[in-house]
């Protein structure tokens, strides 16, 4: 009899959907550092770790486009289509957590693209990073598109066990057609909420992020996802309005226009509204500054659903928080193992 594949031992798991496209070019890198600091307002994180350069996903909206001109690439299909892989990541961050200045701060995975996209099936470098995570019980926290993700369900509730591991998947479409005609290649909407599902059995905190938002196209899902998300098991939700730096904003709105013809001149005049008549950033990292009627009324409609789920409920001065405020951090022995610490 035909033997399937196994999707979670090769590289097939990227094509259980559509194929990444043909001319995609992978660049091995030996990576000098690992992990990023920051101290943006707008990230609610010091530090985060991308095991990868560009992303598979091909999202028109994403805001990291303009990262892959720092590489003397483009911030369109280069983007997509020119992956920089850090094969030396997961020793790189053993390195760094081995420091002793390092304190055992959260890492999040990842800050610019997302660490559980196709590559990552034969790379494992997340899982490979997580693993270390988890021999130093360091805290970390996920964000990602990436149906991916469920093949490492058991190592994050491990890690949700012995230190802390929180998941957030983004979902700002609530119809598969649709999220495909904007992010072609990332999982189907419907399949990160399964994986939601089996993160949440595991043990695993989940949350959502209807991120990001985009008024006319998508601000109508919101009930619909955060029931879905509630469903599926998240505890949290958040969402983002739509960045597009000066870069990203030809490629968005090329694929608008071919996505959704009927509807392209509406998102444009509801993105003015909410941007007080301007439809982007200046610059890659500018400030998100609008706070439109528009964009006033979104989030009311997201505050309205969370509390009506009981999604984000304040936790202040429980014994979760009191426990998330200890360090769990601890350097092995020599004789330590994975999972038994």
């Known amino acids: 009899m035909n033997n399937p594949p196994n999707p979670w031992s090769s590289t097939q798991v990227e094509y259980l959907e559509e194929a990444p496209p043909a001319t995609l070019q992978i660049f ?24 990868y350069r560009g992303c598979l996903h091909a999202c028109a909206y994403c805001y990291a486009r303009p990262s892959h001109q720092y590489l003397g690439w483009g911030a369109g299909t280069d983007f997509d289509r020119k992956i920089v892989v850090k094969s030396n990541a997961p020793e790189l961050l053993e390195k760094e957590l081995n420091k002793p200045s390092w304190q055992g701060d959260t890492i999040v995975f990842s800050g610019n693209v997302d660490c559980y996209q196709p590559l990552e099936a034969s790379y494992e470098l997340t899982r490979r990073c997580l693993e ?25 509730g491990e890690l949700a066990r012995r230190a802390r591991a929180r998941v957030h998947f983004s979902i700002p479409f609530a119809d598969d057609a649709v999220a495909r005609k904007m992010e072609p290649y990332a999982s189907r909407s419907s399949l990160r909420f399964a994986a939601m599902r089996a993160l949440s059995d595991a043990g695993v905190p989940t949350g959502i992020s209807l991120s990001p938002m985009i ?41 608008l226009e071919e996505a959704f013809p009927d509807r392209a001149a509406k998102v444009r005049r509801g993105i003015q509204e909410m941007r ?5 950033e200046a610059a890659f990292g500018a400030r998100f500054q ?8 979104i989030q009311r409609l997201f505050e309205v659903h969370c509390q009506r789920l009981g999604l984000n409920r304040a936790r202040v001065g429980d014994a979760a928080d009191e426990a998330e405020e200890r360090s769990t951090f601890r ?11």
């Not at 007080?276 to 982007?280: D, S, T």
């Open 28 to 51: 091995e890198e030996q990576a000098r550092s690992i992990v990023a600091a920051n101290d943006s307002p707008d990230l609610p994180f010091r530090y985060s770790v991308n095991p």
């Open 132 to 156: 270390v995570c988890l021999t130093f019980r360091n805290p970390v926290g996920l964000i990602t598109k990436g149906a991916l993700v469920r093949r490492d369900a058991a190592l994050l």
């Open 215 to 255: 008024p006319g196209l998508n601000d109508s899902d919101v009930p619909e996802l955060l029931e879905r998300a509630r469903d599926a098991g998240a505890e949290s939700a958040f969402m983002m309005p739509l960045r597009l730096p000066r870069e990203v904003l030809p490629v968005f709105d090329e694929r």
């Open 276 to 280: 007080g008549g301007k439809m982007n």
């Open 290 to 297: 609008g706070a439109g009627p528009r964009w006033a009324a």
């Open 331 to 341: 350097r092995p022995s020599r004789q330590g193992t994975l999972f038994d610490l």
